[in-house]
């Protein structure tokens, strides 16, 4: 078994720590597991291709309904499934994340359309390839390291942070030189709560 992990100052984008591999012995220049990008996050994505992407342009709540009944991809036979193999119905967006439901997500992203998904998504520091599908909505190859700085825009009133990993250099000579993440307003202000249904 192998882990990797990435924490992100949300303020900052300072990487607080990371851990790209265990037991890996002494070896250089190895495998970073915490920022390849060869391996899908699964259902972390959804946030950021999916419901993100739908209370930004679509001005969805978190109590939006979506539809958790059998799905089968536009223009295939392939049908969608979550965890379970079963349906939940009419269910809140909230819900249908809290409880991991694939087929609301991609229900959600065909909505929003992938080109504003892939938009809202860049913002974020990730970026997705021009050919994906909508599956995309359910996993996406993206680093521990990029996951952990959008999520940060989340918890920084929509501003995101690149991350850094050095904040300050200071000399033999008494240099001292200092860096700052480059920040930008990856999305606007929402309010996520539709207070009719509290």
Not at 108 to 129: C, D, H, Q, W, Y
């Amino acid at each position: 078994m192998q882990v990797a992990a990435t924490i992100v100052e949300p303020s900052t984008g300072n990487v607080i720590a990371q851990i790209g591999g265990r037991k890996q012995g002494k070896i250089l220049l190895g495998l970073n597991r915490a920022t390849s990008t060869q391996r899908s996050n699964g259902s972390t994505i959804k946030p950021i291709l999916d419901y993100g992407p739908a209370i930004e342009y679509l001005n969805w709540s978190t109590y939006h309904l979506l539809e958790d009944t059998p799905y089968t991809y536009a223009g295939t036979d392939i049908s969608l499934y979550d965890w379970d193999h079963a349906y939940d119905g009419t269910i809140t967006m909230r819900k249908a994340l809290a409880n991991s439901r694939n087929i609301p997500a991609v229900r959600t992203l065909e909505t929003v359309g992938l080109s504003r998904a892939k938009s809202f998504a860049n913002n974020l520091g990730i970026s997705i390839p021009a050919d994906a599908g909508l599956s995309t909505g359910i996993g996406a190859d993206v680093s521990t390291l990029q996951v952990a700085s959008a999520y940060g825009a989340f918890a920084n009133g929509g501003t995101y942070q690149k991350p850094i990993y050095v904040s300050q250099i200071k000399t033999a000579d008494g240099m001292q030189h200092t860096y700052q993440s480059e920040s930008k307003q990856a999305m606007k202000l929402q309010q996520l709560h539709d207070h009719r249904y509290a």
